[in-house]
């Protein structure tokens, strides 16, 4: 099965908003990642918009061409905006405002009627849902009933222990993903992927729909080059089956 890989593009915010001018441009680096390649573009306005802004949301629709995901943690305003702006997929994320990034998944048991009611909000307007989603069985059956499409399991506990002992690492996730497999949940997944991680969590997890990659792909991009580093991710996906 084919994985997508989503850029997450917020780095080039954050490079733009230190100098407050527009270079290098969020609506040019979309373009240019989907013309080297990426299947989709990932974009993570927060309540302070220190990085991408709620402007650039609007920018972005109107030129992604291949799958628009925005992700974040749906407070009013963020509701407000992805239901206007209609991406392909809302990705929920329960990241406090200032948090540095993402840090966990949803507890899908104790927000249960929360993520029920946002995610009715969100299918009706006919938007893909994914949430957040640690790699624990019982978050997996409770994203279940919450009516979400998709999980996105959250791969930072994965790319931490990996270099230790990789095959420990990736043992919750099979588990998580054959249970989502089997309750009819696709399986996207996200954070602190790198070059290094990337394939064999791949070929471990064979169902798995999207991967979204922002912090590595552009580090990496700095020292290959933003068509060639694209290019060198899409590569670990597609290099085992
Ligand atoms: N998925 C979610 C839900 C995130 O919040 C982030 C970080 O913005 C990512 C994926 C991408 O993580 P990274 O920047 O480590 O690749």
């Known amino acids: 099965m ?40 990932t974009v993570h306005p927060r309540p302070d918009q220190r990085h991408i802004r709620y402007g ?21 305003e963020f509701i407000k905006l992805v239901l206007q702006v209609k991406p392909d997929q809302v990705t929920l994320v329960p990241d406090s405002e200032h948090a540095l990034t993402s840090d966990e998944g949803w507890d899908t048991i104790t927000h249960a009627s929360f993520l029920k009611d946002t995610i009715a909000q969100f299918k009706e307007h006919h938007i893909r849902v994914s949430i957040f989603c640690n790699a624990d069985e019982r978050m997996v059956e409770g994203a279940k009933a919450t009516g979400t499409d998709r999980i996105e399991l959250y791969t930072g506990p994965y790319a931490q222990l990996y270099p230790s002992n990789k ?20 399986t996207n997944a996200g954070h602190d ?40 991710y899409k ?7």
């Open 2 to 41: 084919p994985t997508k890989l989503s850029v997450n593009i917020n780095k080039f915010a954050t490079l733009r908003n230190s100098r407050g001018s527009n270079n290098p441009d969020v609506v040019k680096a979309a373009q240019d990642a989907e013309r080297f390649g990426a299947d989709g573009i």
């Open 56 to 76: 650039d949301v609007w920018e972005l629709k109107k030129i992604v061409t291949t799958e628009f995901n925005i992700e974040g943690n749906p407070h009013p």
């Open 167 to 186: 095959n420990e690492a990736i043992k919750n996730y099979i588990i998580a993903a054959n249970l989502a497999t089997q309750m009819e949940l696709g």
């Open 193 to 232: 992927l790198d070059l290094y991680n990337l394939e064999f969590f791949k070929k471990e997890i064979p169902n798995l729909l999207e991967v979204s990659i922002g912090h590595a792909l552009i580090c990496d991009s700095i020292y290959y080059g933003f068509e060639n580093t694209i290019q060198m």
């Open 235 to 241: 590569r670990k996906l597609s290099s085992i089956i």
